[in-house]
């Protein structure tokens, strides 16, 4: 199939970008849309035009770089798929495609599809961790948790920080994020005695980045390729309320 792209083109955060047109002809139904775009690439270098610039490298939906806002949804139109994970198969013969950055004020742009995510690394840096002793694997073995927890926590450590959910919301919001990474280890007894803690330092650095607040539209949950789920940002309000009563 041929397809027509319109891609945001920008040379740095300092300059505006623009959608240039292309049209990729003989698109296999069977490639990925980032085997999509290398091919247009190598069409781009042959003619003597600078490829688009993009993150990506597990193709697996598990690294969380392959970030582009496809025809207006962050990764692309199919539901819980990353768009490393997304086939060309989901679009028609003719088809036009937009295809922009994550835009948000935390996540500057620095090259046409990508954006600057380190914002995310000083949350999880704030305390995105467990540092008390936790004892070896089989000490971790002993411990019995309930597997309702146990699902939970596995639930919540599926995000994958692709930043999605931010991308998405109209408030530029990182609470699906924070609340996944919170959760996680708020649900485990080895994440509990810094729990509270914990939220209040992740909440405050996602604060200082200028991430905006939740007003509960749910459009995070909508867009996240890990079908986190929004009722962990209300785990996570739970924890935080523990800061302010201790
Ligand atoms: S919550 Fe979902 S959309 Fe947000 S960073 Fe994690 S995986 Fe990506
Ligand atoms: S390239 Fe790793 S999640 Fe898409």
């Known amino acids: 199939m041929d397809i027509i792209l319109h891609v945001w083109r920008q040379k740095n955060c300092h300059v505006k970008g623009h959608l ?12 990925s849309f980032i085997e999509m775009l290398d091919m247009l690439n190598a069409q781009l270098t042959e003619k003597g035009i600078e490829p688009i610039a993009f993150e990506c490298d597990c193709l697996e939906g598990i690294c969380g770089t392959c970030s582009m806002v496809i025809n207006g949804k962050p990764h692309g139109p199919e539901s819980g798929t990353t768009t490393c994970q997304l086939h060309m198969r989901k679009f028609k013969d003719g088809d036009h495609i937009f295809v922009e950055p994550w835009r948000s004020k935390a996540f500057p742009i620095l090259k046409d599809l990508v954006v600057q995510r380190s914002a995310f690394d000083r949350i999880m840096q704030a305390g995105g961790f467990v540092s008390v002793n936790t004892g070896g694997a089989r000490d971790a073995n002993n411990l019995l948790i309930p597997k309702e927890s146990a699902d939970l926590a596995m639930d919540a450590a599926q995000c994958i920080g692709c930043g999605a959910c931010v991308a998405a919301c109209k408030n530029g919001s990182a609470m699906l994020f924070v609340s996944a990474k919170v959760s996680q280890f708020a649900l485990l007894p080895q994440g509990q005695p810094e729990a509270a803690r914990r939220a209040a330092l992740m909440v405050e650095a996602m604060d200082n980045e200028g991430f905006g607040n939740c007003t509960n539209t749910y459009d995070c949950e909508g867009v996240c390729p890990k079908e986190i789920s929004a009722d962990f940002i209300a785990k996570l309000n739970r924890e935080f309320i523990k800061t302010k009563r201790a």
Do not use: F, I, L, P
């Not at 240039?20 to 490639?31: F, H």
């Open 20 to 31: 240039e047109t292309y049209k990729v002809a003989n698109v296999s139904a069977d490639m």
